[in-house]
C-alpha cells in the first residue's frame, strides 16, 4: 500500500512556473513507477507525466519542453517542474503511484493515487 500526498499548486500567471511535489508512503517506493495526471473541469482525466525507477521519464505532447519529472528515492518524492505555463495547463493536478514499474500514460497501469492539487494559470 502506498499513500499520495501532493503540494505546491495556486494561482500563477501565464508564463509562469510552478513546482509540484508528491511525497508517498511506503517502503517499495523506489521500485515503483510514479506519474503526474491532471483533470480539468469538465473533462476526462489525462496523462502529464511519468518516470520509472531507473530516471527514464515519458512526457504528453502538450507538455514536452516545458515540464521536467523528477524523484527522489532517498526522500519518496516526485516532482513536476512547470515552466511556461498556459491557461490550458488549469487543472487538478494528481500523482500516482505503478507498482508494476512501467512509466506509461495509462491510468490504468497506477493503482494508487492522491487527492490532487489545484493549479490555475491566468492569462
Known amino acids: 500500500q502506498v499513500q499520495l500526498g501532493e503540494s505546491g499548486g495556486g494561482l500563477v500567471q501565464a508564463g509562469g512556473s510552478l513546482r509540484l511535489s508528491c511525497a508517498a508512503s511506503g517502503r517499495t517506493f523506489s521500485s515503483y513507477a510514479m506519474g503526474w495526471f491532471r483533470q480539468a473541469a469538465g473533462k476526462e482525466r489525462e496523462f502529464v507525466a511519468a518516470i520509472d525507477w531507473t530516471h527514464n521519464a515519458n512526457y504528453a505532447d502538450s507538455v514536452k519542453g516545458r515540464f521536467t519529472i523528477d524523484r527522489d528515492n532517498g526522500k519518496n518524492m516526485v516532482y513536476l517542474q512547470m515552466n511556461s505555463l498556459k491557461p490550458d495547463d488549469t487543472a487538478v493536478y494528481y500523482c500516482?503511484?505503478?507498482?508494476?514499474?512501467?512509466?506509461?500514460?495509462?491510468?490504468?497501469?497506477?493503482?494508487?493515487w492522491g487527492q490532487g492539487t489545484q493549479v490555475t494559470v491566468s492569462s
Open positions: 500516482a503511484a505503478g507498482p508494476r514499474g512501467r512509466a506509461t500514460r495509462f491510468i490504468r497501469d497506477y493503482d494508487f
